[in-house]
């Protein structure tokens, strides 16, 4: 399907905009205030790997709960032209080795059209270990180790887990 926005003014587009917000929310693809790149992510990864979402994850710092107690931190990014392609955590992440918020990373990478390019596994070992400096009140650890440390112990590539609908 295909729609001519150049057609549409200023106004018809934000409606547009608010009508596909409200049909992602609709079918559970964006939750509560999440974006469509944290919404989306959080939508293909649980039926994958049986979890269930958190619904206190900002309070919790895990999203989801595998069927046997492990905790995830499921994370999406969006390459455009000006956008790195990097997971972030917020500088209150605790990184305490006793205080592990959580113990694995779902991290999906998107094209521009919100296709998967790129999806990795990794242990809060490997996050622990990776993750950089703080910039902007933020940790970074770039798509580029992910990709660099795909199969080995403690980061897998699972993009052969990601439904062909998705990619």
Known sequence: MSVN???LGDRQLIDLY??????FRI????????GLVDGLSEYILPPIYGLTIN???????YDAI????????IKGRRLTKKNTCQAEFPSDTDWSPSIQNFDYLLFV???NRYKVVEAYEASWRFIFSNRGKLKKSKYQIPVNTFRKNAQSQDCFDIMDKIHPIWK
């Open 5 to 7: 926005l150049n057609a």
């Open 18 to 23: 608010t009508d596909i917000e409200d049909e």
């Open 27 to 34: 079918r559970k693809m964006i939750k509560g205030n999440k």
């Open 55 to 61: 619904e206190n994850a900002s309070e919790e710092g």
């Open 66 to 73: 595998g069927r046997f107690g492990g905790k995830y931190q």
């Open 109 to 111: 990478v998107y094209d």
